[in-house]
């Protein structure tokens, strides 16, 4: 029950201010405003993970992970072509299943004339979320946080109290940009030196953004990380930013910048991308959806994947 809370709900069983500003900066990975219901399982999972495991850092950075598993995809006689722009079924071979790590909107693009009417109306009102505006750093030193503990940490939720952070959430999901938004920081090269030339550092932090929103994000994000960490602005030597357009651009899966797939409220986290006794399996025989628009939803796990690739060998191939 009490997951599926809201998150200023569930806060307040929490004694201090500190203890309620954690919770809020985990249940803000939701990227949604925290008087929404089930944004406390997205705090209590996170915060159960670090205490299990920690979150762990790729050496080499994300790429890592992607590389591993091409590698051994292609060990096991897979093929990978890249800079080929799908549109339609057409341009694929025949095959006993397809399996697509797209979203809603594409999947409708690429094979909607297949589906049945129900399934279709399904994806056409299927819901993206907010968005987000990225920034990479160059620094010359490490970000100097005024809170010590914050220099033994690869992510840094930068926000203040869980006022603060409900208060800039619920003003991105009313459409407008927050002054003073809950960044999300990484600076990983703190415990990865492969990250950056010996000597120097590197960092990205992001913030919500309504869907679809232009904005420079830049200064404010700065100024920020600055209130927390004086002196931040003088360790920059680059920046690279990213708004929600660009987003989508570099990679299309992110729909307004939305790097969830999809909104991750009560009514889409089971049902997402439609309402069936399987997420995975589309109303056209031999067509799956294994992206994020797939439960459990976003997040480096993997699982969408996984799930979907069961149903696929269930199905076909008769493997239980």
Partial sequence: FNALQPATMLA?????????????????HSIMPLEKPITSAIGLVLMAVGHIKGWPVPIGGSQSISNALASYFIKLGGKIETNFYVKSLDQLPSSKAIVFDVTPKQLLEIAGHKFSDLYKSQLRNYKYGMGVFKIDWALDAPIPFADEHSHKAGTVHIGGTIEEVAASERTIGAGKESDKPFVLLAQQSLFDKSRAPEGKHTAWAYCHVPNGSTKDMTSIIEQQVERFAPGFRERIIGRHTFNTVQMHEHN??????????????????????????SPYKTSAKGLYICSSSTPPGGGVHGMCGYHAAKKVLKDVFGNR
Avoid: C, V, W
């Fill in 12 to 28: 307040k069983r929490f004694k201090t201010a500190k203890a309620r500003a954690l919770f809020s900066g985990m249940a803000a």
């Fill in 252 to 277: 299309p899966n992110y729909i307004g910048g939305d790097i969830n797939g999809g909104e991750m409220n009560i009514t889409q986290l089971f049902t997402r991308p439609a309402l069936r006794l």
